[in-house]
């Protein structure tokens, strides 16, 4: 009896498991990443800020190019709205409602992030800067 019990239990947690791998997706596991990261960093680390990651977009920064303070220099005070390049070329809107395929190429994620932190910030950016940026483009 104990051991058809145990089976069925172990059976259970296994396909409660599997489900939730099922349902994490590549955003999921890119924040999992940064999280995982930025607890490495810093022990205190409680998890990405939407209002932080609001912030840091609109922040005007010094130290990196003088074309591009903010990252609403090119994308924009709307992340709901598309964006503009040095050049014009446009960008699409980095709010994942009206771009929902966006954010789940973690390379490209990455490759975007390096550039354009190093021409906002002047350098790259940390895993809670990504991950509170992340999160609130993903809240819109």
């Known amino acids: 009896m104990q051991t058809q019990l145990t089976k069925i239990l172990t ?3 296994l396909a409660i ?7 994490a997706g590549p955003r999921e596991d890119l924040l999992a990443q940064y999280a995982s990261a930025a607890k490495a960093a810093n022990p205190s680390f409680s998890g990405f800020s939407v209002q932080r990651g609001q ?12 074309s591009s303070p903010s990252c609403t220099s090119c ?10 390049n040095a050049t ?9 409602s009206v771009s929902p395929n ?3 190429d973690s390379a490209k994620v990455e490759k975007w992030f390096k550039r354009n932190c190093n021409d906002v910030i002047g350098r790259e950016c ?4 990504k991950g509170d940026w992340l999160s609130y483009v993903m809240s819109l």
């Not at 912030?55 to 003088?66: D, E, I, N, R, V």
């Not at 014009?88 to 994942?96: C, P, S, T, Y």
């Open 102 to 104: 966006r954010y789940t």
């Open 126 to 129: 940390i895993a809670v800067e």
């Open 11 to 13: 059976a259970s947690v």
């Open 55 to 66: 912030a840091l977009h609109t922040q005007a920064f010094t130290s990196g190019k003088s």
């Open 88 to 96: 014009g070329k446009a960008i699409d809107a980095v709010a994942l």
């Open 17 to 23: 498991g599997l489900s939730s791998l099922a349902l």
């Open 75 to 84: 994308h924009g005070s709307n992340p709901r709205a598309a964006g503009k």
